[in-house]
T-cell receptor, first 113, second 111 residues
Framework: DAGVIQSPRHEVTEMGQEVTLRCKPI?????LFWYRQTMMRGLELLIY????????DSGMPEDRFSAKMPNASFSTLKIQPSEPRDSAVYFC???????????FGSGTQLSVL | ELKVEQNPLFLSMQEGKNYTIYCNYS?????LYWYRQDPGKSLESLFV?????AVKQEGRLMASLDTKARLSTLHITAAVHDLSATYFC???????????FGTGTSLTVIP
């Protein structure tokens, strides 16, 4: 299995632009998570899906952030408009069932100038 | 919101020495996970602890869980340089599939 696949690996954009991060979970995994990692705040859970349905988005910082999972093999995290304080590494992770360990993607390093 | 605290945040130790990293969490949970992250890399699962008293060992690392004390430990035996990384504990909230991560412990093993 190829593992959790994220794209792009690096994204540099200017303030105000729309940013879309993509994730393909491991086939057969029913839960998908988006995390943001910064030095100041560590790993923050943004949102998670179970069977493609958003279960908890209380970690999404603002209305500028949105996430979708149109099918079992694809999810997006969108930031519109982006701001410099959004600069971070964004990880996608998936698990087979509730309570099992997470498998993480390689992350997207986002820099908003 | 469930809170997960680790200590120490930074740990510098000599090769061959032993040390323990502590993970405390604020609410009831029977599931605790340890992850490793190398600089600039993703997170890799190390251990899954699913019950009170659970103990898992792999190589020089041993993890344990005390759900009554809401405490997990990661013990390092005879450290080697390859263990240098950041170690995270994570707790699954009792009411749902929400993983909350600790602050991380940055470990540096000095030759």
């Amino acid at each position: 299995d190829a593992g959790v696949i994220q794209s792009p690996r690096h994204e540099v954009t200017e303030m105000g632009q729309e940013v879309t991060l993509r994730c393909k979970p491991i086939s057969g995994h029913n839960s998908l998570f988006w995390y943001r990692q910064t030095m100041m705040r560590g790993l923050e859970l943004l949102i998670y899906f179970n069977n493609n349905v958003p279960i908890d988005d209380s970690g999404m910082p603002e209305d500028r952030f949105s996430a979708k999972m149109p099918n079992a093999s694809f999810s997006t995290l969108k930031i519109q408009p982006s701001e410099p304080r959004d600069s971070a590494v964004y990880f996608c992770a998936s698990s087979r069932v509730v309570g099992e360990k997470l498998f993480f993607g390689s992350g997207t390093q986002l820099s908003v100038l | 919101e469930l809170k997960v605290e680790q200590n120490p945040l930074f740990l510098s130790m000599q090769e061959g020495k032993n040390y323990t990293i502590y993970c405390n969490y604020s609410t009831t949970s029977d599931r605790l996970y340890w992850y490793r992250q190398d600089p600039g890399k993703s997170l890799e699962s190390l251990f899954v602890l699913l019950s009170n008293g659970a103990v898992k060992q792999e190589g020089r690392l041993m993890a344990s869980l005390d759900t009554k004390a809401r405490l997990s430990t990661l013990h390092i035996t005879a450290a080697v340089h390859d263990l240098s990384a950041t170690y995270f504990c994570a707790v699954d909230s009792y009411t749902g599939n929400q993983f909350y991560f600790g602050t991380g412990t940055s470990l540096t093993v000095i030759p």
